[in-house]
């Protein structure tokens, strides 16, 4: 199993920039994907993006590929979304999720962290 803590959402001008970390405890992750999702307020959750985290490939939605980056670090067991250029429409409660390379929906999701993006 796969325990999952997201953390560094705040309210934010639009424009700024945040980072979120997601602290990953448990098993080993090397066969793992690690994504971001998001809720918009009264929308579907949506992914965002992942990281396949043995090799650090990674892929992104296309509503956020060149404003968002997600990252790793091996040693602390986290992942990253650093977001920059943020817009109103980003405001969502974000969520950390891994999945198993072998199943085909994500098996563990973190609580999610609120970002505010103020215009």
């Known amino acids: 199993q796969v325990q999952l803590a997201e953390s560094g959402g705040r309210l934010v001008q639009a424009g700024g920039s945040l980072r979120l970390s997601c602290a990953a405890s448990g098993e080993s992750l090397n066969w793992y994907r690690l994504g971001w999702f998001r809720q918009p307020p009264g929308k579907a959750r949506e992914f965002i993006a992942a990281i396949f985290w043995r090799v650090g490939s990674t892929d992104y939605a296309d509503s956020v590929e060149g404003r968002f980056t997600i990252s790793r670090d091996n040693a602390q067991n986290t992942v990253y979304l650093q977001m920059n250029s943020l817009k109103s429409e980003d405001t969502a409660v974000y969520y950390c999720?891994?999945?198993?390379?072998?199943?085909?929906?994500?098996?563990?999701w973190g609580q999610g962290t609120q970002v505010t993006v103020s215009s």
């Open positions: 999720a891994a999945r198993r390379l072998s199943s085909a929906a994500y098996n563990y």
